[in-house]
T-cell receptor, first 109, second 116 residues
Framework: AQSVTQLDSQVPVFEEAPVELRCNYSSSVSVYLFWYVQYPNQGLQLLLKYLSGSTLVKGINGFEAEFNKSQTSFHLRKPSVHISDTAEYFCAVRGKLQFGAGTQVVVTP | GAVVSQHPSRVICKSGTSVKIECRSLDFQATTMFWYRQFPKQSLMLMATSNEGSKATYEQGVEKDKFLINHASLTLSTLTVTSAHPEDSSFYIC????????????FGPGTRLLVL
């Protein structure tokens, strides 16, 4: 069985400050991990994914995530956020895609 | 990148009527598509897995006679909410596998259903 836990339901952050969104997973099989972003009233957009290889994954919009097998984590980071990064962020694990509960990022000027 | 579209984006209907939502993969073939439901400020809940040319696989607790799924081609899956009631009001999102079960799912923009 696979599952994902997002430890923060909401993360307030000031514009141009760094942000980290935490994600821990459990899986008994090979791990494929994803981060998606959802803007209000829209579908999900893929930010980045880890399938294999380098544990540091770079995605779109300046986001990156690091796969840590020993800590079973896949935390998402961005060194400097913009107002436009205000959205809901979901961590997910495959085979059958299992989503975390989501983390709301609110960026204030 | 892979693009998935949904139609309509928003629909309002009367209680007791049926509503069909279309999900299309625009620039790739999808043997597998997924239908999710999302309540306000909550995560996505997988309703069913749709496989081209075969019956859909429904998650536990999802009524297959209520939510009819058809995946007639490699680029189109439809979800029909039959005899809709106000409690069926929700945000419905589809996704499609680009290549096989281990690769990336690409999501449609969602359909907002409001049943009066």
């Amino acid at each position: 069985a696979q599952s994902v836990t997002q430890l923060d339901s909401q993360v307030p952050v000031f514009e141009e400050a760094p942000v980290e969104l935490r994600c821990n997973y459990s899986s008994s099989v090979s791990v494929y991990l994803f981060w998606y972003v959802q803007y209000p009233n829209q579908g999900l957009q893929l930010l980045l994914k880890y399938l294999s290889g380098s544990t540091l994954v770079k995605g779109i919009n300046g986001f990156e995530a690091e796969f840590n097998k020993s800590q079973t984590s896949f935390h998402l980071r961005k060194p400097s956020v913009h107002i436009s990064d205000t959205a809901e962020y979901f961590c997910a694990v495959r085979g059958k895609l299992q989503f975390g509960a989501g983390t709301q990022v609110v960026v204030t000027p | 990148g892979a693009v998935v579209s949904q139609h309509p984006s928003r629909v309002i209907c009367k209680s007791g009527t049926s509503v069909k939502i279309e999900c299309r993969s625009l620039d790739f073939q999808a043997t597998t598509m997924f239908w999710y439901r999302q309540f306000p400020k909550q995560s996505l809940m997988l309703m069913a897995t749709s496989n081209e040319g075969s019956k859909a696989t429904y998650e536990q607790g999802v009524e297959k006679d209520k939510f009819l799924i058809n995946h007639a081609s490699l680029t189109l899956s439809t979800l029909t909410v039959t005899s809709a009631h106000p409690e069926d009001s929700s945000f419905y999102i589809c996704s499609a596998d680009e290549q096989g079960p281990q690769e990336t799912q690409y999501f449609g923009p969602g359909t907002r259903l409001l049943v009066l």
